[in-house]
């Protein structure tokens, strides 16, 4: 949260800032997977993702650290789905 607080401050102050580092923070390792850990906390664990998986699937099928390791090179290219299970 202190972050994104951080961030609407520097927008508000500056609307014609870019934030190029924004990029490398989302996609950190680090930040995946405390977020991967929140949803799988949380209620919306159950609801699948634009690519259909629930947190559930993604640990049972494909694991953490590989749909993690993947990630920034899919969302980079916009795509998100494309996971073949056994």
């Known amino acids: ?5 951080k961030l609407h401050c520097w927008a508000a102050a500056d609307p014609g800032r870019r ?3 924004l990029f490398n923070l989302v996609h950190d ?13 949380n209620r919306g664990a159950r609801t699948p993702g634009v690519d259909g998986l629930t947190a559930a699937d993604v640990e049972e099928r494909i694991g953490v650290p590989g749909f ?4 920034p090179n899919r969302v980079g290219r916009g795509r998100f789905g494309g996971w073949a299970f056994p």
């Open 29 to 41: 390792p680090a930040t995946l997977i405390v977020a991967f850990e929140r949803v799988a906390g």
């Open 68 to 71: 993690l390791d993947g990630l």
């Open 19 to 21: 934030f190029d580092d």
């Open 1 to 5: 949260m202190r972050t994104q607080a």
